[in-house]
């Protein structure tokens, strides 16, 4: 199973260390990061995925795959 995932945040350092930590624990960058402006903050945007060789739980927090 493929799982999904779209990481949000502002411009900075602590986004970076989100996407850093997901590549960390297996999962790949899926597609080029985006940039939106909210009219005060540049808002970045990066999908990941992760093969998992288990079933689904839609009430299991996708970063603990």
């Given at each position: 199973?493929k799982?999904?995932?779209?990481?949000?945040?502002?411009?900075?350092?602590?986004?970076?260390?989100r996407?850093?930590?997901?590549?960390?624990?297996?999962?790949?960058?899926?597609?080029?990061?985006?940039?939106?402006?909210d009219?005060?903050?540049?808002?970045?945007?990066?999908?990941?995925?992760?093969?998992?060789?288990?079933?689904?739980?839609?009430?299991?927090?996708?970063?603990?795959?």
């Amino acid at each position: 199973m493929k799982l999904y995932r779209y990481l949000t945040g502002p411009d900075d350092a602590s986004f970076c260390r989100r996407v850093t930590e997901a590549l960390q624990n297996g999962w790949e960058l899926y597609g080029n990061p985006t940039l939106t402006f909210d009219g005060e903050h540049i808002i970045c945007g990066q999908a990941v995925v992760k093969e998992s060789d288990g079933g689904y739980d839609p009430e299991k927090p996708l970063s603990e795959y």
